[in-house]
């Protein structure tokens, strides 16, 4: 896993010395069910996910770089609904003290450079809930495209099911649309 940086957030392994941030966002109940997850109890339930990021080498720790401190994740995954090589799936989330500044755009932009440019992706995919008018936001911004919705999607930590609002882009969109533009994105205004 590659450390990536962009103007305000550093992208890196995570580390264990990260538990007390990462608990303090994942606990939030306003930020874990955007993403299908329940706020973490504890900070054993937080080591325990920490360990597994850690292990698996598939999301970043987001590094704000104004105060040092973690504040969300981005993963880069394989996507269960199409189990086809040299497809990835993005997740992120963002601690509620930093919504609205434009920072997960900018951590996905990264990431985005990152699959298509380091890791030659094919596709790149990404999900939201219905109800995640915000995470709909991120995801237009970052340049997906609509793909519709996959109906009764995803079943949530608490048994709750949900459709899928699917989008995706192909290695040969990231190219035509943002191959020179894409050491310009900060400047394109925040969320």
Known sequence: METLETERLLLRKWQESDLADFYEYAKNPNVGPKAGWKPHESLLE?????????????????????????IGSVGLHNDSKRMLPNIKMIGYVLSEDYWGLGLIPEA???????AFEGLAIDLLTIYHYP???QSRRVIEKCG?????ILRMGS?????????????SL???EWFQDFGAAADIFHEIDPM
């Open 155 to 167: 079943q949530i930590y608490n048994g709750q099911i949900y459709d899928d609002v699917c989008y």
């Open 131 to 133: 109800y995640n008018y």
């Open 46 to 70: 937080s080591r325990e996910i920490l360990h597994s990021f850690i292990e698996n080498e598939e999301v970043w720790a987001v590094v704000y770089k104004e105060n040092s401190k973690v």
């Open 108 to 114: 996905v932009f990264a990431v985005m450079r990152y």
């Open 144 to 148: 997906f495209r609509y793909e519709g």
């Open 170 to 172: 192909l290695k040969e």
